[in-house]
């Protein structure tokens, strides 16, 4: 009684209190948003500046050759650069506002990046002239030792950083909650599309990697739809009793291949694998035979149509990693 008291006497009111906290959380996180901005920007402004802005006078590169390798990165910088000024006048609604109608900006930055890194090597392997404006710039004191392949990738980091620092819901204010609820939303979808994007480049490496690993060419593994899942080697288990083999399996979402290596002393493959068999996944049953427990390793059955195989490893956790990649691939 006595406290609450006490709190009616000084004129206490927790709705004025958590609006204060709130505007506090408010002011910091804005602070904050606009420090990183600027830093952002000023690493973009090095390549505006002294890359596309030169090139462009100077004609080093062809405009598609431009466009190519720095898409929509002008137009990324302009959007950041609007925002910046917007925070600075403690406009932070109408800057979340109009930024977030730019955010489309990095997907398409992402989706071009891959190429954009392609025809980069390409120019600077083909082209003196633009190999030797590129190393005069990066060689300026703004640069600090920084290439511009280090700068290219700035955006989709600066989109991860706007997740994981701003997620924009600090301001529960009225003003702004309907603009903060439709950023966060547009920030959520981007960074989705964005990492749609480079799951799918990561995947199409692993792909190409497996196929380079093969001896010829008769195995496709760059197929469109499959997905790399997981690699290493297992031992077989011959259904009629005798030796022990060790071989490498490779698991995607629609198959699972089963190589060994190719002889050491081999003039072209000694460092490839030949493949034994493919296996498709969509009739396949897996079960664990024994490893149910803290054994020591355990075996797998994979059974298919015409034939079963029967997989050992040593190791506990390898095989009920194997077990759970190949049930859920099966699945």
């Known amino acids: 009684m006595h406290d609450s008291c006490l709190l009616f006497m000084v004129g206490a009111n927790p709705v004025e209190e958590q609006r204060a906290r709130w505007e506090r959380k408010r002011s910091r996180t804005a602070k904050e948003l606009l420090e990183t901005e600027h830093k952002y920007l000023e690493q973009l402004d090095l390549v505006v500046t002294f890359f596309v802005t030169i090139l462009k006078a100077k004609g080093t590169l062809k405009p598609a050759l431009l466009e190519t390798i720095f898409g929509p990165l002008e137009s990324i910088y302009s959007a950041s650069h609007v925002l910046s000024l917007h925070l600075e006048r403690g406009n932070l609604g109408s800057g979340l506002e109009n930024f977030y109608q730019n955010l489309e900006l990095y997907g398409h930055y992402a989706e ?22 590129k190393k005069l710039q990066e060689a300026r004191p703004q640069f600090q030792g920084r290439k511009l392949e280090d700068l290219l990738p700035l955006p989709l980091q600066r989109l991860n950083q706007y997740i994981k620092c701003n997620k924009y819901s600090f301001v529960i204010t009225s003003e ?5 609820s439709e950023a966060v939303k547009s920030v959520s979808e981007v960074s989705q599309w964005v990492q749609d994007i480079i799951h799918k480049r990561e995947n199409s490496l692993q792909l190409l990697r497996v196929q380079k690993l093969l001896k010829g060419q008769k195995t496709q593994v760059f197929t469109p739809g499959r997905w790399y899942i997981r690699e290493g080697w297992l031992l077989v288990v011959p259904s009629k009793g005798g030796e022990l083999k060790r071989r490498m399996f490779f698991l995607f979402s629609d198959i699972f291949i089963e190589t060994k290596p190719c002889h050491p002393l081999h003039l072209l493959n000694s460092n490839k694998l030949a493949c034994q068999a493919v296996y498709p996944l969509h009739q396949c049953v897996v079960d664990k035979v024994f490893g149910h427990t803290q054994s020591q390793g355990g075996l797998l059955s994979l059974s298919f149509p015409h034939k079963t195989l029967l997989l050992m490893s040593s190791d506990q956790q390898d095989i009920n990693d194997w077990y759970q990649s190949l049930t859920a691939a099966v699945r």
């Open 176 to 180: 702004y909650t309907a603009i903060i």
């Open 112 to 133: 071009n990046l891959e190429q954009a890194n392609k025809t980069l090597r390409e120019q600077l392997r083909k082209n003196k002239s633009f190999r030797r404006f």
